[in-house]
């Protein structure tokens, strides 16, 4: 089963935007680690999707950053724009999303690249309707999901309009910035990361979702962490899209705080559903990670966070 949590929300969120001169060190890197700028490319937003420009097979199309995502997904409209050859002897995959399960067809890259920088030859990537992008030009080729990202340190700096990937050698105990909030993460296999979320004071299970426009909260979660069912039954209903054809319910909720441990969102609207994603109880979305600098670390399974 593969898992694809990105996009679902069509009717909020905007980031503010600002030119920026590049990532620094702050200081000297511990003794034996090696840190190197392998990519970088400027990173766009429309309301709260995280853009980016790529070139698939040679061809430029834009993407939706994507760490919620474990497999990279292409539009049926690019795959069959960039002719890209199915799977041979390949059976239907399912792709795990907000609205329930959903099929998909796997198809070959052989190559995708970010400003001139091939990140991965021979990938593998699945095909599956996806949510409408309004007003997005070009128009959204699809995800650029943890296959790919997880490869690398991955930087995301909405604000500054800035994505850039490492690679790190001997890097175990590095902080990019003196000044940011450290926080552990639980990396799985397939790259998606989980975090000890903290939602009206509790700790709840959180994937950091970059391709969610908002943050979303598990209707049971919302209950256990003190919400009322007459506070949800009177708060803003709002339906949503996410990968396929199927659609969710919302309920818009204010929370008093929500966020990682040392840097919390205070008095957020969040999105509380019944959602379809076994063991995730809170999806932290482009509302948070888009108004920070953060740097993900796959390979030390942290993350390091900056206002």
Same mark, same amino acid.
């Given at each position: 089963m593969r898992f694809s949590f990105a996009a679902v929300l069509l009717a909020l969120g905007l980031a503010a935007c600002s030119a920026d001169s590049g990532w620094h060190p702050p200081g000297p890197l511990p003794p034996g680690c090696s840190l190197r700028e392998?990519?970088?490319?400027? $990173?766009? #937003?429309?309301?709260?999707?995280? $853009?980016?420009?790529?070139?698939?097979n040679g061809t430029p199309a834009t993407m939706v950053v994507d760490t919620g995502a474990e497999i990279s997904t292409i539009t049926p409209a690019a795959a069959a724009s960039l002719a890209l050859?199915?799977?041979?002897?390949?059976?239907?995959?399912? $792709?795990?999303?907000?609205?329930? #399960?959903?099929?998909?067809?796997? $198809?070959?890259? #052989?190559?995708?690249a970010l400003h001139g920088t091939v990140l991965r030859t021979n990938l593998m990537v699945d095909s599956s309707r996806m949510p409408p992008f309004p007003g997005i030009e070009p128009p959204v080729a699809g995800l650029l999901g943890a296959d790919v990202l997880s490869a690398y340190e991955v930087e995301l700096n909405l604000p500054a309009q800035r994505l850039a990937l490492y690679s790190a050698t001997g890097c175990t105990g590095y902080t990019p910035w003196h000044d940011a909030v450290a926080i552990p993460v639980q990396r799985t296999r397939t790259g998606l990361i989980f975090a000890d979320g903290l939602l009206e004071g509790r700790k709840v299970r959180t994937l950091l979702d970059s391709g969610a426009r908002t943050t979303l909260v598990r209707r049971s979660t919302a209950l256990t962490v003190g919400v009322s069912e007459a506070a949800l039954a009177a708060d803003q209903s709002v339906t949503g899209k996410g990968i396929g054809a199927g659609s969710i319910n919302f309920r818009l909720h204010q929370f008093g705080e929500i966020g990682l441990p040392g840097d919390v969102m205070q008095g957020a609207i969040a999105d509380v559903a019944e959602l379809h994603l076994p063991g995730v109880e809170m999806l932290l979305g482009a509302d948070y990670l888009g108004a920070r600098h953060v740097w993900i670390s796959y390979g030390t399974s942290r993350i390091f966070v900056r206002r």
């Open positions: 392998e990519a970088a490319a400027p $990173l766009r #937003d429309h309301r709260n999707f995280m $853009l980016v420009q790529v070139a698939i050859p199915a799977e041979i002897g390949g059976k239907p995959h399912v $792709l795990h999303g907000v609205a329930g #399960d959903v099929a998909a067809q796997r $198809l070959r890259i #052989d190559e995708i």
